[in-house]
C-alpha cells in the first residue's frame, strides 16, 4: 500500500533527492567517495555550499546586501543566537504559539523582551493584527507559520523596525519580499533538508549592531566571515538542501509550488469544511498552506481514535494532531504530491459515508 507522508517533520521531500542523495551516499558525484564521508574542505563540496547560495538567491530572490548561512543546528538554536547577536537594548516578539514563546523565552535571558502582540487569548487560532509597533525596538520576531496550530502570514509584514524571521515552516512555500525582512532563519527539516542543517539570511548591515563579546560558534559574523565553513559543516544534510533547491527551480520555482501549494490545501480545506464529521481550528484567513489543522466535529468527538485507525489502514501517515491541542494536522510541505491530498480526502469521505454522513 502507498504511504501519504503527513509528517510535520523530519517531512517528505522530492522523490528525486531521495534518489540523488542515494546514490551520492554510494558516490558522490563520481568522486568514488560518499557524501557521508567527503572532505569539506574538498573542491567538489565547495561547489555544494556554493551551488546551495545561488539556488537560495535567485529562488528567493534575496538582494544582493544579505549574506546566507547553513550552519549545524535547529530553529531553536537560533531562539538564542538572534537575541545574543542583536538585543542590545530592547527586542518585540509576537507570540503565535509553542515556538514563538519558546523564542521568547531565550530572549528574555539577553534583555528587555516585550510581547508586543499575541493570539494567546484564543489558543493560537489567528494571526495578530493592527497592533503598534515600538519605535524603539532592536528588532521585531516573528514565527510566519506556526505548525502546531495552523495560522500562517499571509503578507509579509510592514514594520518600522527590523523584523526577524522564523521562517522554519513556509519558506520557499509562498513568494516573499525578502527586502522586507533584517534576518529569515529556520530549521531546514519542513521544506529543505533532511535535520542538522538550519539557513540564516541576514541582511548585512545587522552584522554591525552586534555588541556583545560572544562565544565565537555563537556569533554570526563567525559564520559568514567563514561562508559557513568556521567547522565542519552538515554535509549530507547540504547536499540534500542542494537537490531540493535544484529540484524546486526545475517545477518553475516559488511560484509554481505556491500555485500547487494552494491547490491542496484548497482541496483539503474544502473537505474540512463540507465534511460533517469535521472543523477546522484555525481562523480562516490565517489557515496555513503548510499544516491544515482539524478536529471531529461538535458530537463526534468520541469519534477520533477510530478515523485515526481508518486513515492509518489507508496509508495516511503523520496525521495525529500535536499533543497540545489533539485532533489532526495533515502538513502539506512542498514536496507532498497533490495525490497524497486527495487520497486524505477520498478517505475523510468514506470515513463520513460508513457512519451515514
Known amino acids: 500500500m502507498k504511504k501519504h507522508n503527513f509528517n510535520a517533520g523530519p517531512s517528505i521531500l522530492p522523490e528525486v533527492v531521495y ?84 523564542a521568547i523565552k531565550e530572549a528574555k535571558r539577553y534583555g528587555q523582551t516585550e510581547v508586543v502582540a ?10 495578530p493584527k493592527g497592533f503598534d509597533i515600538p519605535a524603539d525596538l532592536d528588532y521585531l520576531h516573528i514565527t510566519t507559520n506556526n505548525t502546531i496550530y495552523g495560522t500562517e502570514y499571509t503578507a509579509d509584514l510592514d514594520s518600522p523596525v527590523p523584523v526577524i524571521a522564523d521562517m522554519s515552516s513556509d519558506i520557499l512555500s509562498r513568494p516573499r519580499d525578502v527586502s522586507k525582512y533584517a534576518m529569515i532563519y529556520g530549521g531546514a527539516q519542513k521544506n529543505l533538508a533532511p535535520a542538522g542543517v538550519t539557513f540564516a539570511i541576514i541582511r548585512e548591515d545587522m552584522l554591525d549592531r552586534i555588541q556583545r563579546d560572544l562565544p565565537t560558534m555563537v556569533d554570526y559574523r563567525t559564520h559568514v566571515t567563514n561562508n559557513s565553513m568556521f567547522n565542519t559543516p552538515p554535509v549530507f544534510a547540504i547536499y540534500a538542501l542542494t537537490e531540493t533547491l535544484n529540484w524546486l527551480k526545475s517545477i518553475g520555482g516559488v ?53 485515526l485507525e481508518f486513515a492509518k489502514s489507508q496509508g495516511m501517515v503523520g496525521i495525529k494532531g500535536h499533543r497540545l491541542v489533539g485532533g489532526f494536522r495533515a502538513s502539506c510541505y512542498n514536496a507532498l504530491p497533490k495525490e497524497s491530498v486527495e487520497a486524505l480526502v477520498a478517505c475523510m469521505q468514506e470515513f463520513a459515508r460508513k457512519h451515514g454522513k
Open 118 to 127: 499575541s493570539s494567546e487569548d484564543r489558543n493560537f487560532t489567528y494571526i
Open 255 to 307: 511560484p509554481e509550488i505556491y500555485r500547487r501549494n494552494q491547490e491542496k490545501a484548497a482541496l483539503l480545506y474544502d473537505e474540512i469544511d463540507r465534511n460533517p464529521l469535521f472543523v477546522g481550528t484555525a481562523t480562516e484567513e490565517d489557515r496555513s498552506l503548510m499544516n491544515i489543522c482539524f478536529v471531529m466535529a461538535e458530537g463526534y468527538e468520541e469519534l477520533a481514535p477510530e478515523f
Open 19 to 102: 534518489e540523488k542523495t542515494a546514490r551520492a551516499i554510494l558516490d558522490f558525484n563520481g568522486t568514488g567517495l560518499s557524501i557521508l564521508s567527503i572532505s569539506h574542505r574538498s573542491k567538489e563540496f565547495d561547489e555544494v555550499m556554493a551551488q546551495a547560495d545561488s539556488l537560495l538567491r535567485e529562488l528567493l530572490d534575496i538582494p544582493d546586501n544579505y549574506k546566507i548561512i547553513f550552519i549545524g543546528g535547529g530553529a531553536s538554536t537560533h531562539f538564542f543566537e538572534v537575541p545574543a547577536n542583536f538585543l542590545n537594548t530592547k527586542a518585540g516578539y509576537v507570540n503565535t504559539g509553542v515556538w514563538a514563546k519558546k
